[in-house]
């Protein structure tokens, strides 16, 4: 039998930037092609911001419109809660300056740091805080300006990161419609398989080793891949589980969009055929903590999602961490 939920989405929004780079502009500037980068990873475009186009300004626009979906003030959010690892600064918190740049003079306001599982994080965090903290109006932001991070010399990495934000509001649940269950996990003895080397404690940037590009992404693709999918399966199996729930009474699977094997490995194991799979990595590349929220309001959008549909949503990222959730729309 379903868990009745306590926290339900009512509203939510996306943001890109406007510039498209395609597998073609990436052949002018890295040893690559289109047809190797189709065929190891499903993408073939992404959307990359522009010198000096922050995380802040996706933010604003994907809450926003969340907001505007919802038909709630910015001054009714009491909590801001913003999953990334691609901050306008080190501090303060991104999440505080979308605050101010959205009128949200009610609201506490935080990042959370989890890569691509940040959003589902913060949706477990949201619950709480709701649950405990005595929250009501909760604004959820999963966004990242990964281009920032990326070296574009790295063939195996810089062909799989876009830009974007995605957000939802969230409120209390009056009936059986909402968040039904949420699972995060982590792993650290894995952080060394993808991870981000520089500008931190460990790290600093220095003059003799500025040129080093520590500040740029690492990652073991194929240890990346194995863990991924396992973890990513298991995830969405205590999800389930915690809702008394089956696979097969989903009506959508959104699966982190990070590689198409990897979601098409995630499907199989589940039998989910390719219609109740979301997928829009081949237009977004991989978005990392805002690739699920993005999806989300696209697939409300074009009714893939529509009121009765049940969602089981998984993620999976560095750290290792992965996440899951089932929401009842």
């Given at each position: 039998m379903?868990?009745?939920?306590t926290?339900?989405?009512?509203?939510?929004?996306?943001?890109?930037?406007?510039?498209?780079?395609?597998?073609?502009?990436?052949?002018?500037?890295?040893?690559?092609?289109?047809e190797?980068?189709?065929t190891?990873t499903?993408?073939?475009?992404?959307?990359i911001?522009?010198?000096?186009e922050?995380?802040?300004?996706?933010?604003?626009?994907?809450?926003?419109?969340?907001?505007?979906?919802?038909?709630?003030a910015p001054?009714?959010?009491?909590l801001?809660?913003?999953?990334?690892?691609?901050?306008?600064?080190?501090?303060?918190?991104?999440?505080?300056?979308?605050?101010?740049?959205?009128?949200?003079?009610n609201?506490?306001?935080?990042?959370?740091s989890?890569?691509c599982?940040g959003?589902?994080y913060?949706?477990?965090?949201?619950?709480s805080m709701?649950?405990?903290?005595?929250?009501?109006r909760?604004?959820?932001?999963?966004?990242?300006?990964?281009?920032?991070?990326v070296?574009?010399?790295?063939r195996?990495?810089c062909?799989l990161?876009?830009?974007?934000?995605?957000?939802?509001?969230?409120g209390?649940?009056?009936?059986?419609?909402?968040?039904?269950?949420?699972?995060?996990?982590?792993d650290g003895?894995f952080r060394?398989?993808l991870?981000?080397?520089g500008?931190?404690?460990?790290?600093?940037?220095?003059?003799?080793?500025v040129?080093?590009?520590?500040?740029?992404?690492?990652?073991e693709?194929?240890?990346?891949?194995?863990h991924?999918?396992?973890?990513?399966?298991?995830?969405?199996?205590?999800?389930?589980d915690?809702?008394?729930?089956?696979?097969?009474?989903?009506?959508?699977?959104?699966?982190?969009?990070?590689?198409l094997r990897?979601?098409?490995?995630?499907?199989k194991?589940f039998?989910?055929?390719?219609d109740?799979?979301?997928?829009?990595?081949d237009r977004?590349?991989?978005?990392?903590a805002?690739?699920?929220p993005?999806?989300?309001?696209?697939?409300?959008e074009?009714?893939r999602?529509s009121?009765?549909?049940?969602?089981?949503?998984?993620?999976?990222?560095?750290g290792?961490?992965?996440?899951?959730?089932?929401?009842?729309?």
């Open positions: 379903k868990q009745k939920p926290m339900e989405i009512l509203g939510t929004g996306r943001a890109v930037p406007d510039r498209i780079l395609t597998n073609k502009d990436l052949e002018q500037i890295v040893d690559t092609s289109d190797w980068i189709i190891r499903g993408i073939r475009e992404r959307h911001a522009n010198p000096g922050p995380l802040s300004t996706l933010v604003v626009k994907a809450a926003e419109r969340a907001l505007t979906d919802a038909g709630v001054e009714e959010i009491d801001i809660i913003l999953g990334t690892v691609t901050g306008d600064s080190k501090f303060p918190a991104t999440a505080c300056v979308v605050q101010e740049l959205i009128g949200a003079v609201a506490a306001a935080f990042d959370i989890a890569a599982s959003f589902l913060g949706m477990q965090i949201a619950e709701m649950l405990h903290g005595g929250y009501r909760i604004l959820l932001v999963g966004g990242e300006v990964l281009s920032s991070m070296n574009w010399q790295d195996d990495t062909v990161f876009g830009d974007g934000a995605g957000a939802v509001v969230l209390p649940s009056h009936g059986e419609k909402g968040i039904l269950s949420t699972y995060i996990k982590s003895s060394n398989l991870y981000s080397p500008c931190g404690s460990l790290n600093p940037p220095t003059p003799e080793n040129g080093q590009m520590l500040h740029t992404i690492r990652m693709g194929r240890e990346v891949f194995r991924a999918v396992t973890s990513m399966s298991d995830a969405l199996n205590q999800a389930l915690k809702a008394g729930l089956q696979a097969d009474d989903l009506s959508l699977l959104i699966p982190h969009q990070a590689n990897i979601i098409e490995a995630v499907g194991r039998h989910a055929p390719a109740k799979v979301y997928v829009n990595v977004y590349g991989n978005t990392s805002a690739s699920i993005i999806a989300i309001d696209e697939a409300r074009t009714g999602i009121s009765g549909s049940l969602v089981g949503m998984v993620t999976f990222g560095a290792f961490t992965w996440a899951a959730a089932i929401v009842q729309f």
